[in-house]
T-cell receptor, first 112, second 113 residues
């Protein structure tokens, strides 16, 4: 079952601009995680936000969570060419395995 | 260095020839999971394990087997591979629920001809 769904599927911006990606999910969650994947490589964990948290920051990353709307957003500020990658959200739900299920991802291209 | 190690990185095999993809983690993690990634489909979970000798099916378990005899190892077995199992496979591990994210291996690109 695919829990999180990212939007947009693809995003193309210029270096220095901000990039915003959204994730929507269907059922209640314990936490939501964001990952980055460079082409063909393993995913790298970026940030985890718990269901009782509304916002979290890590460097140039800002994640928000709105459990009433069942949605999250990932903001990358002052983007760099090195941020070019696919970004995935993953949700972990109560009463289940707690193993995260992933969306299809947002492909971000940052032009230098 | 804390890591998840998968082997091999690349594998080309023929239909029906049994194969095993190994996965090992050195972080004493409880949770381990296998995913396959296909274009347009994202990551789909194959099997997962929450502890030694505890495994369960994910979303796409057909054609795969796993075992968790030791905490650090979680091999993925394809008893009779078919071309529709051609994919990019990832193993991942985590300390547990809410205890941080998953650490992923570098992936195994499998081609079944």
């Amino acid at each position: 079952s695919q829990q999180g769904e990212e939007d947009p599927q693809a995003l193309s911006i210029q270096e220095g601009e901000n990039a915003t990606m959204n994730c929507s999910y269907k059922t209640s969650i314990n936490n939501l995680q964001w990952y980055r994947q460079n082409s063909g490589r393993g995913l790298v964990h970026l940030i985890l936000i718990r269901s009782n948290e509304r916002e979290k920051h890590s460097g140039r990353l800002r994640v928000t969570l709105d459990t009433s709307k069942k949605s999250s957003s990932l903001l990358i500020t002052a983007s760099r060419a090195a941020d070019t990658a696919s970004y995935f959200c993953a949700t972990s739900s109560p009463g289940g395995s707690y193993i995260p299920t992933f969306g299809r991802g947002t492909s971000l291209i940052v032009h230098p | 260095e804390a890591q998840v190690t998968q082997n091999p990185r690349y594998l080309i095999t023929v239909t029906g020839k049994k194969l095993t993809v190994t996965c090992s983690q050195n972080m004493n993690h409880e949770y381990m999971s296998w995913y396959r990634q296909d274009p347009g489909l994202g990551l789909r979970q194959i099997y997962y394990s929450m502890n030694v000798e505890v495994t369960d099916k994910g979303d796409v378990p057909e054609g795969y087997k796993v075992s968790r005899k030791e905490k650090r190892n979680f091999p993925l077995i394809l008893e009779s591979p078919s071309p529709n199992q051609t994919s990019l496979y990832f193993c991942a591990s985590s300390a547990g629920q809410g205890l941080g994210g998953y650490t992923f291996g570098s992936g195994t690109r499998l081609t079944v001809v």
